[in-house]
């Protein structure tokens, strides 16, 4: 059964990112003063006295300046509107209500929608409780999401309304994936292919997604992410940058997306060397294949440019055409089982024993062992320093001999005094 869908709504610039934030108690959405941000549908889920449902913070309606996108930002509110079964109507009270909040107020009425109105800002000394009535919805719920005032009262409310026999949330362990990449190569396209949703807004402008956007399937959660690039022209693109690293330190396997109908730049490899250096599991999308004739060239290429990153797979794939979508999929779950593995010390000794049957060590080796998982952490005890080209070539036999497909390896050395 899917979960009942509660989704905030009002016009830009009344708290609809910081209530959705103070909700889910995390800075998913991006959050500024300055109206027509949030663009995105955003969406997690939210349990509260034993009870699941998904809450979708949406657009504001009516931005106060030209929006190149903002026919789709609509057309993206009213579609999640329609699929609701419970709409937070969110009004500013410190403001008053104003002919925006009764146009919206009747596009709600004219959908039939159960709708809560609820009026943020509210700790000031006289918010305007009785004007709001006038938009049919009885006296609203006053909060201030800023300061959580009234919103535990909220989700009392919203529970009430949702019914108290609605399914739960499983506690299966679902795989945490981040979908990074520059701006403009497909990564919500990526995104909405993933999830079978049409979710993230598409657009050929440049840096239209600005929150992390997050959907839940039976296996996978997914996070579409704002594009990163070498420099940031205002505050949102640079909090919208702050907000892709903080899913990448949330997720344990990352889709790096990379437009193979352009050259690979350093800001990709940058990207790579990101989730690399987090210890992330690494698969890189080989986006808009539907443009290219030559694949063996381009491959060769691209693994050339990418030879630093030898192990993580690397697939073609089309949202256009959904070419590699579901090798995607598969190669997630692959990586992810393959960053929790655990090698036995014994098996790395007679690696080990192996090894220097063949090559001489470079230095007298007292014991090696792995020390963590998820990510794949091993310690080298020596007498004396070890090389870092020793480091590079154990890596490189150790993913002969284990696998590690698609994740990165950390080996860590120490001096020690102990006998071999």
């Known amino acids: 059964m899917e979960l009942p869908k509660v989704v905030i709504v009002g016009r830009v610039n009344v708290g609809k990112s910081t209530l959705f934030n103070r909700i889910i108690r995390k800075p998913l959405a991006v959050v500024d003063d300055r109206p027509g941000v949030t663009r995105d549908r955003i969406t997690k889920v939210v349990r509260w006295s034993g009870i699941s449902f998904e809450l979708i913070d949406t657009g504001g309606f009516f931005p106060p300046e030209v929006d190149p996108i903002w026919e789709l930002v609509r057309e993206k ?5 329609r699929s609701a079964d419970l709409v937070i109507f969110l009004v500013d009270g410190k403001s008053g209500p104003t002919p925006y909040d009764e146009e919206i107020s009747n596009w709600l009425r004219k959908l039939g929608k159960d709708v809560l109105l609820v009026a943020n800002k509210s700790d000031v000394k006289e918010p305007y409780i009785e004007e709001f009535e006038s938009l049919g919805w009885g006296p609203p719920l006053l909060i201030s999401a800023t300061h959580g005032y009234g919103v535990t009262e909220l989700l009392d409310r919203i529970v009430e309304r949702i019914g108290t026999s609605g399914p739960s949330a499983g506690d299966r362990k679902k795989i945490p994936v981040s979908i990074l990449g520059k701006p403009n190569v497909g990564k919500s396209s990526i995104f909405n292919a993933l999830t079978g949703k049409n979710i993230s807004i598409i657009s050929e402008i440049p840096g239209t997604t600005r929150d992390s956007v997050d959907y839940e399937t039976d296996e996978f959660i997914f996070v579409d992410t704002a594009g990163i690039k070498r420099k940031y022209s205002d505050e949102i693109e640079y ?30 490899k940058k990207i790579i060397s990101l989730a690399e250096k987090e210890g992330k599991g690494i698969v890189i999308a080989l986006n808009k294949a539907d443009l290219i004739r030559e694949r063996k060239e381009v491959f ?57 049957s063949r090559y001489s060590p470079p230095a007298e080796i007292v014991f090696f062992k792995q020390v963590r998982h998820t990510p794949p952490v091993f310690l080298l005890g020596s007498k004396t320093h070890v090389p870092a080209s020793f480091i590079k070539f154990l890596t490189r036999n150790i993913r002969q001999r284990f696998g590690f497909w698609g994740v990165p390896i950390e080996i860590k050395t120490k001096i020690t005094g102990k006998k071999r």
């Open 77 to 81: 509110i009213e579609e999640t509107v």
């Open 239 to 268: 909090y919208a940058h702050l907000r892709s690293l903080s899913s990448l330190n949330f997720a344990d396997v990352a889709i790096i997306v990379l437009d193979i109908s352009k050259p690979i730049t350093n800001v990709d």
């Open 300 to 356: 060769g290429h691209i693994a050339q440019e990418l030879n630093f990153v030898d192990y993580a797979p690397k697939i073609f794939t089309s949202a256009v055409t959904g070419e590699g979508i579901n090798y995607l999929k598969d190669a997630v779950k692959r990586v992810f089982e393959e960053r929790k593995k655990k090698v036995r010390a014994e098996d790395l000794e007679t690696t080990l024993y192996e090894l220097f």
